[in-house]
């Protein structure tokens, strides 16, 4: 899956994923397509939310489209 929201507010967003199985998250920056990882799930996950389960904070910046990419391995 590949999206590329468009970030309204300047901030420090964090991201959280939920899987079936393995997982990988990126994220590149605007008009890149060198991605870099930001969090990764190795199992199955519940839907319960857990601290191994969400990124860093990470800084985007209003006015911009970051890629982002969720793999299912």
């Known amino acids: 899956m590949h999206v590329s929201p468009f970030i309204s507010m300047d901030g420090e967003y ?6 079936d199985d393995c ?11 060198n991605f870099r ?5 190795k199992s199955y996950t ?3 939310l857990s ?3 969400r ?3 990470i800084f ?3 006015g911009e489209s970051y ?4 793999i299912h391995k």
Not at 14 to 19: D, G, R, V
Not at 67 to 70: A, N, R
């Open 55 to 57: 990124s860093e904070s």
């Open 14 to 19: 964090k991201f959280w994923i939920f899987s």
């Open 37 to 41: 990882n930001i969090l990764e799930s």
């Open 67 to 70: 890629p982002i990419e969720m």
């Open 46 to 48: 519940s839907y319960a």
């Open 23 to 33: 997982s990988l998250l990126r994220i590149a920056q605007p008009g890149k397509s």
């Open 60 to 62: 985007l910046k209003a």
């Open 51 to 53: 601290e191994n389960l």
